[in-house]
């Protein structure tokens, strides 16, 4: 089974945030950039099943920027057999919307026909937590998001969902779509091998435009601000204080 | 000139920066707090760093290793000196004089050494022999077609975990119009041969858990088999693989830099008085100008000098210049970064005076500064005929 793992360049996740001057969003500019952390939850899924003989082949997308090479780079060193990058901005600020990344992902997956689809829950710049489940409609394949146990089980895939209310299991028909969460699984680091095995590995370069698709946006951002800081806080000495103060705050 | 990473080359830093970040980070308190590292976090360390395939990573393919060239390597150790010395010292990296093994040598010292089964220390300095090598008192004479071996060295990093230690033992005097001058041999030393112990050295400032030795040589015996390169060659073998050595001090001088300067650039950012961020004073916005130009030069100057080890130049001034200035930087900058934090600075809820107690040892392990000065100048002097 080919097993397909959709990775997005985002901003680190140690990186403090910075909103551009203009608050025409985040400041992107000279900032470290990585694979988002579900996203390599997913790759690291991927090469669970590959060596647990459930899955013989790891194709990695990203949809971006021509940078956003180093991202599949990394997947290719975790251990990704190939990688197909769709080349979609040349800016670095441009985020490309998950209805585009889910029709160009599309298009990738009926030239590719792989068994499973795992991709990270939401990426940590935007949170949309959208791409996986446009993908889903738009292929009419079945879909388990938030997945934090994951088994391949002949013609369907048994998955444990983090829900509000604890942990649901589900039995999906393949070919799925599954996003993944925090729990699934803790990805490896690159081994010196790899990393220097990673260059030999086949990287497809494509554009936008070689799938014929329509990337042109459709949300407007007219806002982007600071998270409020937090007010101080303050030192009770007692517990009848810090009941009367919580009285007082309408809380209890 | 090109001066960005090859895509290989950036994943070695993020990577190992990443383990340094979550392996390295997360103990370093309790090596602070006790001064010993646990032996199941060592091998833990240990076995990690064999799995992702970086253990002796400075040795070549032909023994089943890495191969990374000097600027990689320089890279690597970049990293890694964010982190305690004490606990990356099981990221291990055998001093790579061990390619000069030979003959049985090789299954005993240097393959086990870079399979990570046996760990390696290197001996030269004497109480009464530290920058002046050469004016060593540990003796080997030769006693029925062995040697025997009396003296003692101390200041040796990592004996505590050695399982061999590479000697560096005078073995006879020539007379020079200068006087006489000493020969010397490095010798393979296994811990446990009789006549040989090693002692808990002196509780150090810098690097805490990071401990310095003593080794002490009773009458020890060595055969003939224990000799590292030729006999008399100690200084040609040195002159071969130590070469590069004090790479490793420049650039984990600017890897810890970095960190240390993170620091200061949030503190700088975040610390009010006045009624406005201390950044804003230039009294300190100067000093993070300062700190960063200089932690920039230093890492321009070890990567140049390591990139040309790779070309097959000459590198022996400019490798000296890159510890020299690194290892100066790095003080200068936990300094700084001290005086940005005021009080707070000197207060163990910082890592800050850890790193500046750190920094001391720079300046002087690994050829002090006046040495690397006297390196740097008599190399241009000496082509003057001065
Ligand atoms: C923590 C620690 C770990 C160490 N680990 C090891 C190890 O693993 N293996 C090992 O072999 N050694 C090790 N060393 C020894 C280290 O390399 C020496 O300390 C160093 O070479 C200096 O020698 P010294 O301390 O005897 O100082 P000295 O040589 O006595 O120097 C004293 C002062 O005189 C100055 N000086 C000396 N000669 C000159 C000169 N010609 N011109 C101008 N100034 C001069 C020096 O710069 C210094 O300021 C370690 C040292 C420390 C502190």
Redesign the interface.
């Known amino acids: 089974m080919k097993v397909l793992v959709p990775v997005k360049r985002v901003i680190d996740y140690n990186v403090k945030v910075r909103v551009k001057a203009d608050g025409s969003g985040v400041d992107l500019a000279n900032v470290k950039m990585s694979m988002n952390p579900f996203d390599e939850i997913a790759v690291e899924q991927a090469i669970r099943l590959r060596e647990a003989g459930k899955a013989d082949e790891i194709v990695a997308v990203s949809i971006g920027v021509k940078q956003a090479q180093e991202t599949l780079r990394t997947a290719l060193a975790m251990g990704a057999d190939r990688a197909i990058l769709i080349e979609a901005t040349d800016d670095v600020q441009t985020d490309i919307e998950p209805l585009a990344v889910a029709k160009l992902l599309k298009a990738v997956i009926d030239a590719e026909q792989p068994g499973l689809v795992l991709a990270g829950k939401q990426a940590i710049d935007n949170d949309m937590n959208a791409t996986g489940q446009m993908l889903s409609a738009l292929l009419g394949w079945s879909q388990a998001t938030y997945a934090s146990e994951l088994d391949i089980d002949g013609d369907s895939a048994i998955v444990t969902r983090e829900v509000d209310g604890g942990l649901q299991t589900i039995k999906v028909s393949m070919p799925t779509i599954v996003t993944v969460d925090l729990r699934l699984n803790e990805p490896r680091y690159a081994s010196l091998p790899n990393i220097m095995k990673a260059k030999r590995k086949p990287m497809d370069m494509k554009t936008a435009a070689d799938y014929d698709v329509d990337i042109s946006p459709r949300l407007e951002i007219t806002a982007t601000t600071e998270p409020s800081t937090r007010a101080a806080g303050i030192i009770v000495a007692s517990v009848d204080e810090l009941i009367e103060k919580l009285k007082d705050a309408g809380a209890i | 000139m090109q001066f960005g990473l090859t895509?290989?080359q950036?994943?070695?830093t993020?990577?190992v920066r990443?383990?340094v970040e979550k392996e390295i980070y997360p103990h370093e308190a309790l090596i602070e707090q006790t001064g010993e590292v646990p032996h199941e976090l060592a091998q833990e360390i240990k076995q990690k760093t064999i799995?992702?395939?970086?253990y002796a990573?400075n040795f070549p393919e032909t023994v089943g290793c890495?191969g990374l060239n000097h600027l990689e390597f320089a890279l690597v150790e970049r990293e890694l000196g964010r982190g305690s010395m004490a606990l990356n010292h099981f990221f291990g990296r055998p001093q790579n004089i061990l390619m000069a093994c030979e003959g049985d040598q090789i299954d005993c010292y240097l393959m086990p050494a870079v399979r990570g089964e046996r760990m390696d220390a290197l001996a030269m300095t004497e109480p009464g022999a530290g920058s002046d090598i050469r004016g060593m008192k540990c003796t080997a004479l030769r006693e029925g077609g062995d040697w025997v071996v009396n003296g003692t060295k101390h200041f040796i990093s990592g004996a505590d975990h050695a399982d061999f230690i590479i000697v560096f033992i005078a073995t006879g005097e020539d007379q020079t119009p200068k006087g006489p001058k000493k020969r010397i041999t490095a010798f393979l030393v296994d811990r446990g041969t009789p006549g040989f112990t090693i002692r808990d050295g002196y509780k150090s400032v810098s690097h805490r858990g990071y401990k310095n030795m003593v080794l002490e040589f009773d009458d020890c015996r060595l055969p003939d088999a224990q000799v590292l390169g030729e006999v008399d060659g100690g200084f040609a073998v040195m002159n071969t693989w130590l070469y590069a050595t004090r790479i490793t001090v420049a650039t984990m001088s600017v890897g810890r830099a970095r960190r240390v300067f993170d620091y200061a650039l949030d503190y700088a950012a975040e610390r009010e008085q006045f009624g406005q961020k201390i950044g804003k004073f230039q009294g300190i916005s100067f000093q993070i100008a300062d700190m960063i130009t200089e932690i920039d030069a230093a890492d321009l100057l070890t990567l140049a000098a390591a990139n040309r080890l790779d070309a097959g130049l000459p590198a022996n001034r400019e490798i000296a210049s890159a510890k020299l200035y690194a290892s100066e930087m790095l003080s200068r900058v936990t300094d700084a970064a001290i005086q940005i934090h005021g009080g707070m600075g000197l207060m163990d809820d910082y890592p800050l005076e850890r790193f500046w107690r750190d920094a001391r040892v720079e300046r002087i392990w690994d050829g002090t500064s006046e040495i690397q000065r006297h390196i740097i100048s008599r190399e241009l002097l000496r082509a003057m005929g001065a």
């Open positions: 895509e290989e950036q994943m070695i993020d990577t990443t383990f799995d992702l395939g970086f990573c890495a």
